[in-house]
């Protein structure tokens, strides 16, 4: 599946997860990745004005360090100025000029996403997984924007965060502060907006369905595992089942029950 991912983002001009320069600021909290590779050359080799002051300012933190050289070296520098770029505008609790920078939309899609899935590795969890990665655009005002990529999403649905399956549409399995989505939960407009998407989002849901399509997985599961190593280890599948189905409704319940507590 990993190598899946690494050849969609390699055939759609993103980094690879097998070809990436990662910067972390302990500052901003996520992951920056950014592409090794001259995807875009009007991008990366002449970067927008704006983004100029970071790259220098990275630069010369630099200068007196041993880091990697050549494209990988590009690479970091343009993931450490966007991350400090960004982290100006939540200084300036300025939502518009970040919007240039990341995919708010799809940001509020994924923090819907992590709080029906209970998914605790997150970003707005553990903060294991989960990366940002960077979509070049030389038209764009910073040169691209940045959208999250889930990765590794195990022990959902209940199975690591059972509390989960009862908690509002704002709140997150093992919660971690980190400054982008501390900045969008407490941002007034930013959270008028992730609870417009989250009503959107829950909408589009048929529970109906969803529990269905679980109940007719389950009854080919006794087929599937013959032979398998969960056979001879005796995993309770149909325990397992009967978990998932109760977070499932228990998590619509709740979710239900939030959103319409708001005007």
């Known amino acids: ?80 100025a966007q991350v400090r770029l960004m982290n100006s505008f939540i200084d300036a609790n300025n939502l518009s000029e970040l919007e240039k920078v990341i995919d708010l939309n799809s940001a509020y899609s994924y923090m819907f996403a992590v709080s029906f899935s209970g998914h605790w590795d997150s970003f707005l969890g553990n903060a294991n997984n989960d990366f940002l990665y960077f979509r070049a655009d030389p038209a ?66 048929s529970e109906a369905s969803i529990l269905e399509a679980v109940k007719v997985e389950s009854g080919q599961l006794k087929a599937a595992r013959l032979g398998t190593w969960e056979e001879k280890r005796g995993v309770d599948y149909a325990g397992a089942t009967a978990g998932l189905l109760k977070f499932l409704s228990d998590r619509f319940k709740a979710l239900r029950a939030s959103l319409a507590a708001l005007p």
């Open 140 to 205: 764009a005002p910073y040169g691209g924007t940045w959208f999250v990529l889930p990765w590794d999403l195990d022990h959902t649905f209940g199975v690591s965060a059972p509390q989960q399956a009862g908690a509002p549409y704002d709140q997150f399995a093992s919660r971690t502060e980190n400054r982008l989505f501390t900045f969008l939960l407490n941002h007034p407009e930013s959270k008028r907006r992730y609870l417009e998407i989250a009503r959107a989002r829950l909408a589009s849901l």
């Open 1 to 80: 599946a990993n190598e899946g991912i690494a050849g969609a983002l390699y055939a759609t001009g993103y980094a690879s997860l097998g070809e990436k320069a990662d910067f972390y600021d302990d500052r901003f909290g996520p992951k920056a990745y950014a592409p090794r590779g001259y995807y875009s050359s009007e991008v990366f080799r002449r970067p927008p004005a704006a983004l100029e002051p970071y790259l220098a300012r990275c630069e010369d933190n630099w200068k007196n360090l041993e880091k990697p050289k050549g494209d990988k070296r590009r690479a970091l520098l343009w993931a450490c």
